[in-house]
């Protein structure tokens, strides 16, 4: 049974593309191990192992990205997230105990991208945030000591 797993259109479709080129890669891959194959003694041959395990390396993320796409809900189509709590796809606005504010988007981890303000839901940030409401103050268990944000304001694109 594949993880549910939420995620923007936008992500589901770069996942797509993703998995789409990782099929291309299957037969060049298969090509090259042909290739090194006709070279001879196997047990020697560093190109064909390379080959080998290219081949393995592409076809595990291709079986990755299947189970995440076949257990995907898409954001857009979900009615009934919490408006009143962070939960993934939620824009918020937090204040750090110097006064700097910042707005993160919590995400899946395939669309994390924290210099846009995509953060993962499972990052530091992202685990203290999920589940809080406006006005909670929360700690973020990051190094020694961790640090506290609190939550100014929370909306959904």
Known sequence: ????????????????AD???????RPIIAAHI???REKGDL????EYHAAK???GHNERRIAELEQKLGGAQILEDQGDLPTDQVFIGAA???????????????VDSSESNPSK???????????ALTGQPVGAKVKVTIGKGGYHLSILKISRG
């Open 19 to 25: 998995l789409e080129a990782f099929k291309r890669k």
């Open 43 to 46: 047990k020697e041959n560093a």
């Open 117 to 127: 303000g995509y953060i993962s839901m499972g990052s530091p940030i992202g685990l």
């Open 53 to 55: 395990e290219e081949s």
């Open 1 to 16: 049974m594949a993880d549910q797993t939420f995620i923007t259109r936008a992500g589901y479709k770069k996942l797509e």
């Open 92 to 106: 918020v606005t937090v204040k750090d105990e110097d006064g700097y504010e910042a707005t993160y988007t919590l």
């Open 34 to 36: 042909q290739e090194a």
